[in-house]
Nanobody
Framework: QVRLVESGGGLVQPGGSLRLSCAVS????????MGWYRQAPGKQRHLVAL???????HYADSVKGRFTISRDNAKNTAYLQMNSLKPEDTALYYC????????????????WGQGTQVTVSS
């Protein structure tokens, strides 16, 4: 069983910063891509950022230059550093981890965390 636990969310004023963490635990050979998604009330879930096992990154246009995704493979943990936060960044943030079913890495399962709330408001 693979489990993802996010932390670090909270209430912050516009222009402030937060750092989210996502710890992965369970029976895993390795973790391929890790990512962060967000869902605002009444809206669809959207990709925020992705990071490969080789630390290549991809960002949504709305967060480029403000957010930084990183990972610590030794700790099976991903991070999302969020700077210059805006009210429109308010959402429930979810972490994902693509985990190979075996060493061949031919099939991967995507696991999701339960989310951590980020609220940007004055």
């Amino acid at each position: 069983q693979v489990r993802l636990v996010e932390s670090g969310g909270g209430l912050v004023q516009p222009g402030g910063s937060l750092r989210l963490s996502c710890a992965v635990s369970g029976s895993i050979f390795s973790i391929n891509v890790m990512g962060w998604y967000r869902q605002a009330p009444g809206k669809q879930r959207h990709l925020v950022a992705l990071i490969s096992s080789g630390v290549r990154t991809h960002y949504a246009d709305s967060v480029k230059g403000r957010f930084t995704i990183s990972r610590d493979n030794a700790k099976n943990t991903a991070y999302l550093q969020m700077n210059s936060l805006k009210p429109e960044d308010t959402a429930l943030y979810y972490c994902t981890a693509d985990v190979p079913r075996d060493n061949s890495d031919t099939v991967r399962d995507r696991y999701w965390g339960q989310g951590t709330q980020v609220t940007v408001s004055s």
